[in-house]
Nanobody
Framework: QVQLVESGGGLVQPGGSLRLSCAASGTIFSIYVMGWYRQAPGKQREVVAASISGGGTNYADSVKGRFTISRDNAKNTVYLQMNSLKSEDTAVYYC???????????????WGQGTQVTVSS
């Protein structure tokens, strides 16, 4: 009933920039947290950045100063602006959101299908 759809991934050269978008749709009462994870081959999925309702952001140390997460509450959309990209940033990036669908529903954890980001010369 809730869907998260990512877009904006692709191939970029080192030092380049890319902007990811994630839009939540369906039956939504409230979104508490929206964020981005990534998973590279042979590695576990890790948190990249998170945006918390009411204000506040958090970033992984590896992307601090290079990535910026932003949120458009009216559109239920979260963005990830990625600058100064490195080869180490190559991974599948997943959108994640904690969403309550109705006033009586529990808070669920939802995932997008992922978008590939490849940083290479």
């Amino acid at each position: 009933q809730v869907q998260l759809v990512e877009s904006g991934g692709g191939l970029v050269q080192p030092g380049g920039s890319l902007r990811l978008s994630c839009a939540a749709s369906g039956t939504i009462f409230s979104i508490y947290v929206m964020g981005w994870y990534r998973q590279a081959p042979g590695k576990q999925r890790e948190v990249v950045a998170a945006s918390i309702s009411g204000g506040g952001t958090n970033y992984a140390d590896s992307v601090k100063g290079r990535f910026t997460i932003s949120r458009d509450n009216a559109k239920n959309t979260v963005y990830l602006q990625m600058n100064s990209l490195k080869s180490e940033d190559t991974a599948v990036y997943y959108c994640n959101a904690k969403i309550r669908r109705t006033s009586s529903d529990y808070t669920g954890n939802y995932w997008g299908q992922g978008t590939q980001v490849t940083v290479s010369s």
